[in-house]
């Protein structure tokens, strides 16, 4: 995937670009599939528990079904292959890892909204901006409640500033903007990827409409995100790139 010199800059100026149809049909229709068999397999373990909402998961309404790279080929194919490095190349440099990966579903006429915050703001502590690659599996609309993305300029912020966030009654969403600018909506087909900093400000909308809105997440970081008191790794820090070059580890090749 060529990445061009406007993307970059756009990237650097404005916090995101957009590559649209970047992905394979083989690369979507897997991931559509693998999102299907997790969806029935989370709603089963929220009515064994008899819950409702289980973090900021709403039963049948909006779930983030995150980490089951390392227990799915087809997912973990997706993850370290040549797309995502050269995203990741462009945006981050030679160096990257795999920090963090999930589904972003919300369910038929029920899928509900998601407020501002930077994926930096859930955290929890200063660090070095990572990488947010947002890959929409259906065809995104304001309707379905597609992604939202507020500029570096638009919300009055350098690229690295990280604002305090306050958590959402009744969501539990962070919340870290409050103004009125209501951000540019990624209008964009199945299979297209919208690239952005974990400190670009963004949100979505609810689903109004009659089918379910999928999206996957793929985040990584130029180098291993700790906790705040260094003890340990926050998440992962799977080598996608090292000194330019791309590593498929072995959980990539066989799911295990």
């Known amino acids: 995937m060529n990445i061009s010199a406007e993307q970059i800059q756009q990237f650097r100026e404005q916090g995101y670009f957009i590559i649209e149809r970047a992905m394979t049909e083989e690369q979507l229709e897997g991931l559509r599939a693998e999102c299907g068999r997790y969806v ?9 528990k008899g819950v409702t909402t289980l973090g900021i998961n709403h039963y049948k309404a909006r779930y983030f079904i995150a980490n089951r790279g390392n227990e ?17 190349r462009a945006t981050l440099g030679d160096n990257a890892y795999l920090f963090n990966e999930q589904y972003v579903v919300k369910a038929a006429e029920k899928g509900i909204k998601f407020a501002w ?12 901006p990572y990488l947010s690659c947002w890959c929409a599996l259906d065809d995104m609309s304001v309707e379905n409640g597609t992604i939202f993305v507020l500029s570096y300029a638009d919300a009055g ?21 409050t103004g009125s600018n209501p951000g540019a909506p990624c209008i964009v087909p199945a299979g297209s990827v919208v690239v952005f900093s974990s400190r670009t400000l963004h949100r979505s909308g ?7 809105r999928r999206s996957y997440l793929a985040q990584y970081s130029a180098e291993p995100i700790m906790e705040k008191d260094g003890s340990r790794l926050r998440a992962q820090a799977v080598p996608l790139l090292i000194n330019g070059e791309r590593v498929a580890p072995e959980y990539a090749n066989t799911g295990t």
């Open 40 to 48: 029935a397999k989370y709603e089963s373990e929220m009515e064994a």
């Open 72 to 88: 799915s080929p087809i997912i973990s194919g997706f993850l370290f292959s040549e797309l995502m490095a050269d995203i990741a």
């Open 117 to 128: 915050h930077q994926d930096s703001g859930y955290i929890g502590h200063y660090h070095r």
């Open 157 to 177: 912020m350098a690229s690295d500033d990280l604002f305090d966030h306050v958590v959402e009654e009744g969501t539990n969403d962070k919340v870290g903007y």
């Open 206 to 212: 609810p689903n109004t409409t009659a089918n379910m």
